[in-house]
């Protein structure tokens, strides 16, 4: 039977309708997807009949060849490029700490206890300010915040992304101070370099204390290991059996086997 991409819309409906049936399996979905994309590369080749013979050679199927004790792990392992790990943080919804601040020009201290491994710090600003956050001492952002002379709203969301484990007590600090101390005899809308923590320090300490607006908001965060991103994925792979068998498949997905 022929599947379309109709046809799967059809059967995902169908199964919608069922309330006790069977119903469709994730791995029904995924072998008549892989089928489409099959018939959708079988068509594009036929498409591509009239390009070039150099760019003909540059997508052509890479064939690899199974040795007679490679099993089928081994084959599925062969059908795709060599795969680079990576990482990723996420900020979640659990909040540590939510306090408003209503003093600039002064270093406030908020302490919270964190069940991740990660943490995600956001200052909104109602009144145009520029912003320095520190973690257990160190400064790690900074930044404009609030609504700045572009009419833009600005927020400071800042996630650790530097692996240490913040799971248990730490401490944020948050200074705001006006854009201008920062900024001074720069032209306006020039970007403002960031400040060290000596002259961040230098900074909050010579505006003095003033009456602002905004609120700081401590968050969970966690790392999240990211599924190996195949390097290439322009072309398909030709895994050949040591019987002589031939499994097409793509470079981006799983390899497909004669049944499907």
Not at 65 to 76: E, F, L, N, Q, W
Not at 98 to 127: A, M
Not at 129 to 153: A, H, I, K, P
């Amino acid at each position: 039977m022929t599947m379309t991409d109709d046809d799967l819309r059809d059967l995902l409906a169908r199964d919608a309708s069922v309330v006790n049936g069977a119903g469709v399996t994730l791995a029904d979905v995924d072998r008549r997807v892989r089928r489409i994309r099959r018939r959708r590369g079988a068509a594009g080749a036929v498409l591509a009949a009239g390009l070039a013979a150099a760019v003909m050679v540059a997508t052509a199927p890479r064939t690899v060849t199974i040795a007679p004790d490679d099993g089928p792990g081994t084959a599925a392992a062969m059908a795709g490029p060599s795969l680079t790990p990576g990482v990723s943080y996420l900020a979640g919804q659990r909040v540590f700490l939510q306090k408003e601040i209503e003093t600039g020009g002064r270093v406030l201290r908020f302490p919270y206890t964190s069940i991740s491994e990660s943490v995600n710090v956001q200052v909104d600003c109602r009144e145009p300010s520029y912003v320095f956050v520190w973690l257990n001492g160190r400064l790690e952002t900074q930044g404009v915040c609030g609504v700045q002379s572009d009419q833009v709203d600005h927020l400071i969301s800042w996630i650790d992304e530097s692996g240490r484990d913040l799971k248990g007590p730490n401490e944020v600090d948050v200074a705001l101070v006006p854009v201008q101390r920062v900024a001074a005899d720069r032209d306006p809308g020039a970007p403002i370099p960031a400040l060290g923590e000596q002259e961040a320090e230098r900074v909050v300490g010579e505006t003095g204390e003033y009456r602002t607006r905004a609120r700081v908001t401590i968050r969970e965060a966690w790392v999240l290991a990211v599924a190996p991103t195949p390097i290439n994925c322009d072309r398909d792979i030709v895994i050949r059996k040591p019987n002589g068998q031939e499994i097409l498949s793509s470079a981006c997905d799983r390899p497909s086997s004669p049944a499907e």
